[in-house]
């Protein structure tokens, strides 16, 4: 798996756990997450060109939501339990993933370039 892979997986999951969260408790902020998820679906076809700029707005829009997740919603989830609570450990989780894989390319690439 590389990063492009690893941030398919994450928009794809963002966006549809995101409509998920949506459809279930009819808020419009469970739509945050979808449209990280759009924004990061936009930026696929720089990660396959390899373009550092798109790259880095990648990492950039995968470490907000992460953050967001982590500092603001799990411990909201945590307190309400249910399935709240797995939807948001599964954003976190593919957040977590993409973020291993942008990190893993940016060392390759640093790596390749010396």
Known sequence: M???MGNLINSTSLILIGLW???SVLSITALIPVAFGIGLILCDSGLKNHNK???HIAVSLTLIILLALIGMRLPKSIEDGGIGLVRVILMIST?????VYFVKSFIDARKAKQ
């Open 21 to 23: 969260g949506y459809l």
């Open 95 to 99: 957040s977590v993933l993409a973020m």
């Open 2 to 4: 590389n990063s492009r």
């Open 53 to 55: 700029l798109i790259a």
